[in-house]
């Protein structure tokens, strides 16, 4: 394989896709495709024009990824902004497209950034910028990814557990990146829920329905992030939160606990707390030794330092904390919260400012560098 040759095409190539009506960044991806397919059928199979093959394969790759789009943003106007309580009224084919972009052969990281590419219809600069790297790197993981699977027999597709991981991380893109794909999780997720009766199935649908029920409560008019202890709960979604909690105890009490499951209870205890005030604290710790006995996730250990520092006080909390490792993402924003809540305003704005730096978005960044601004002018006053 001649890696110069095909280099040297691109150009030419991306320019007739261009002549017969494809846009750059269409034209770029299929052009994408079509140099993985050659470098997987080239070596047994040169063609005697290799410039008219990757025009001819790009063109039918462009032309299907077209029609995929136009499907899925069909698929998309059936589905309300909200997602309805219930069964899901219809199946269609994008949950099995899931099932096999969740290859086994991919990372979680991996097989969720092909899935946004090719299931969610996202260009490569929308899925990094909602991911805060560059577009370059971005491709080239899409890429890599796509070269892991193209000779892979798509008969062993990726398990529940795989799929169920991919689910959960493109509902949390949605839920707290600037793409919206959040209902669209909970809608796939509601069809896995009524074909496969898997008590984590039914955890994740309910952790997802009990997260999304404050999604109208999580930004203030001008879209700054409202943190969970100041929300107006009113604003919250008392149906859904009904729904989520009667599909979360109809699967804890099948005594199967797994980790969507225990991260949904703890959802739940947030939900059914009237205040913050009121927030069962000290059963939320429970919940989040018995996630930490489940995955062993320094993440998880990381949001047990706040309960810790909620139920029995902020230096407790801060014990907690000192037993993980400050290159946690998210740790400098738990450090200086509990630092706030301490007493210690200068250490506390310190860290928000650092926490701003590393935001895995822009409202958290925005979010945190006001919380820096505040302690700041507190202390001068």
């Known amino acids: 394989m001649d890696e110069a040759l095909l280099r040297s095409l691109t150009p030419g190539v991306l320019g007739i896709l261009g002549r017969r009506g494809a846009d750059f960044a269409a034209g770029e991806g299929a052009v994408q495709d079509a140099l993985v397919e050659a470098v997987r059928v080239w070596p047994a199979d040169p063609p005697r024009d290799p410039k008219g093959w990757l025009v001819t394969v790009a063109w039918r790759k462009f032309l299907d990824a077209t029609r ?51 299931v969610g219809g996202l260009t490569t600069r929308q899925i990094a910028q909602a991911y805060l790297v560059p577009e370059a790197t971005m491709a080239q993981r899409i890429s890599r990814a796509k070269r892991t699977v193209s000779g892979v027999r798509f008969g062993r597709t990726g398990d529940v557990a795989t799929v169920l991981r991919v689910l959960y991380l493109v509902f949390n893109e949605g839920y707290s990146g600037d793409v919206d794909l959040a209902a669209e999780a909970i809608r ?16 994740l649908l309910a952790l997802m329905l009990l997260h999304h029920a404050r999604r109208a409560a999580r930004t203030a008019p001008d879209g700054s992030l409202v943190p969970l202890a100041e929300q107006d709960r009113g604003r919250w979604d008392t149906e859904a939160i009904a729904e989520g909690i009667g599909i979360l105890q109809a699967a804890l009490a099948r005594d199967r606990l797994a980790e969507f499951q225990a991260q949904a209870a ?15 604290w ?12 489940l ?84 202390r001068r006053h």
Do not use: K, M
Not at 76 to 94: H, R
Not at 266 to 280: G, Q, R, S
């Open 188 to 203: 796939l997720t509601r069809q896995l829920a009524a074909a496969i009766d898997h008590p984590e199935v039914a955890g």
């Open 282 to 293: 000290a059963q939320i710790v429970e919940w989040y030794d018995e996630l930490a006995r």
């Open 68 to 118: 995929a789009d136009t499907a899925r943003r069909r698929r998309e106007d059936l589905v309300e902004e909200e997602p309805a309580p219930g069964p899901a009224p219809t199946v269609d084919d994008t949950l099995q497209l899931y099932f096999l972009c969740a290859h086994p052969s991919l990372t979680p990281s991996s097989a969720v950034a092909l899935t946004l590419r090719a």
């Open 266 to 280: 703890i959802a739940a205890l947030h939900a059914d707390a009237p205040t913050a005030e009121e927030t069962d």
């Open 295 to 378: 995955t062993d996730s320094p993440v998880v250990r990381l949001n047990r330092a706040v309960a810790v520092g909620e139920a029995d006080g902020a230096r407790a909390g801060l014990s907690a904390l000192a037993t993980l490792d400050d290159s946690l993402p998210r740790y400098a924003a738990v450090a200086a919260y509990l630092h706030e809540r301490d007493g210690d305003l200068a250490t506390a704005a310190q860290l928000y400012a650092e926490a701003a730096q590393q935001a895995p978005n822009l409202a958290e960044r925005d979010h945190l560098t006001r919380q820096a601004a505040r302690l700041n002018a507190h």
